[in-house]
Every structure is written in structure tokens, then in C-alpha cells.
């Protein structure tokens, strides 16, 4: 199962599986664009294909697709799909709000939920969750850098829940991905009537490409854009140490006297 599959990194790694002579099962809101790239890949792949238009915001969506992932023997799920609404917080409508929740957050959590359980019993598969490099964007600054505050920390959620979720079930023999691509060549961003054709963009099948290619390899987070591995590495161990450093009973000197 792809969400997200009607465009974008989505679409690519539908295009990519069904060539791989996997059967699919692709989500999205737009219905008619859905079953268009669905007719394509089985008449170019010869794959079954079926395409479930939802809204993943909507809690009757998400549950009608929990209940065909649930319901059917899916080897990997790639949650994808995925909502921006950049703007500054306080500009930010309620209803946005909770559509980025839902979409970045709930979806996930409970598609990989409903796969999980016949994952385990069947003792393989995959579960890929793309989140965006704006995960690790908290304390950045930058002009360039987008009003981002809810939807970064949906992203940042994505990374938690993906590593900590892959430590439980890779001794059960089901393998986790987190995927963290920079600015793709898509509609994500052109949707929200921004500019950015002068930012440095990858192609989305290469995204696929990186992430298919490390999920052979067992590599839990994926940069496809990150030349030097050690940066990754160099972040976890920062996290690791202050995890470390800050299990204490009694307050630093710092506040004596505060």
C-alpha cells in the first residue's frame, strides 16, 4: 500500500513497485487522478492495482483504510501522504491544525497499527514512513526556511515513532524505514502557491531510488540528499548524550541561589 499515490514521491514509488512486479494498493484524495496512474500501471506492469480514494483526515478515510490494510496480506506499507499548511502559527486555522495532525500524525500511527500485527505473524515486511529533513529544522532560522511549527513537529513525531517502532519489530522480523528527502520536484509546494523554483530539487523517483536501494541495504534512516552519512550520526550520538548526561536527582550548579 502507497498513500499519497496521485502525485509526487507517492506516485513514484507506486510507478517503482509496480515495475518490481508488486501488486498494489494506492490512496489518495483525488479519485480521478488515483484511478488513472492505477489503469497505467497494470496495462505498463501487468500488476493488480486498486485504487481507495480517502480523505486520511477524515476519521472515516483513515478507518476505511485501516481496514483494507488490516484485511489484506500487505507486505509494505509506504505512508506518504502528507500535509504543509505553512504559515505562521497564530495564522494558522484551528481546522489546519488538526488536518496536519491527522494526516502527519494519526495516519501514520494507525496504518502501520493495522499492518503491524500480520507483519509479525507472517515474520516479514517493510513499513516505510517519509517524513521530510524539516524534522531536524526546530532550532534553524534561516530566511529561506518556511513558517513550519506544526507541521516540523509532525515530522519530527514521524522520527521518534519510526526508530522507536523500528527497534520493537526488526528482532520480529519486519523492517522499518524512516525517509527524509529535502525539497522534492513536486505539486507539494506549488499546492500552497509557493515559489520554489530556484531551491535545489530532487527528482522523486530518486528519492524512491535511495530509499528502496537503503531499505535493501537495512538502513533505518534514509537522507537521500546527505553525501556524508556521519552528520546522521554525529546527531544521534549528540541525542544519545544528552539523554545521558541529563539523568540526574539534583539540580547543576547553574541555579544555586536562583
Aim: hydrophobic share 50%.
Amino acid at each position: 500500500m502507497v498513500t499519497g499515490a496521485s502525485s509526487g514521491i507517492g506516485a513514484a514509488y507506486a510507478e517503482r513497485l509496480a515495475s518490481d512486479g508488486w501488486d498494489l494498493m494506492i490512496v489518495a484524495r483525488r479519485v480521478e487522478r488515483l484511478d488513472q496512474l492505477a489503469a497505467r500501471l497494470r496495462d505498463a506492469h501487468g500488476v493488480d492495482v486498486e485504487s481507495i480514494g480517502a480523505d486520511l483526515s477524515a476519521a472515516s478515510g483513515l478507518g476505511r483504510v485501516c481496514e483494507a490494510v488490516a484485511a489484506a496480506p500487505v507486505e509494505m506499507l509506504v505512508n506518504n501522504a502528507g500535509l504543509a499548511h505553512y504559515m505562521p502559527f497564530v495564522e494558522l486555522p484551528p481546522s489546519k491544525a488538526r488536518e496536519l495532525l491527522e494526516v502527519n500524525v494519526a495516519a501514520f500511527v494507525l496504518l502501520s497499527r493495522a499492518a503491524a500485527p500480520g507483519m509479525v505473524e507472517r515474520a516479514s515486511g517493510a513499513i516505510i514512513n517519509v517524513a521530510s529533513l524539516l524534522a531536524f529544522s526546530g532550532a534553524a532560522q534561516e530566511p529561506f526556511l518556511p513558517k513550519r511549527a506544526v507541521y516540523a513537529a509532525t515530522k519530527s513525531f514521524v522520527v521518534t515513532f519510526t526508530e522507536l517502532l523500528a527497534a520493537e519489530l526488526q528482532p520480529l522480523g519486519v523492517q522499518v524505514q524512516l525517509v527524509c528527502p529535502g525539497v522534492v520536484r513536486s505539486e507539494f509546494h506549488t499546492r500552497q502557491g509557493m515559489d520554489v523554483s530556484s531551491v535545489p530539487r530532487m527528482e522523486p523517483h530518486d528519492v524512491v531510488r535511495a530509499s528502496l536501494t537503503d531499505l535493501a541495504r537495512g538502513v533505518l534512516v534514509s537522507v537521500p540528499g546527505l553525501s556524508d552519512t556521519d552528520a546522521l550520526a554525529e546527531v544521534q550520538a549528540a541525542n544519545a548524550g544528552l539523554l545521558r548526561a541529563a539523568r540526574v536527582a539534583e539540580l547543576p550548579a547553574r541555579y544555586a541561589g536562583s
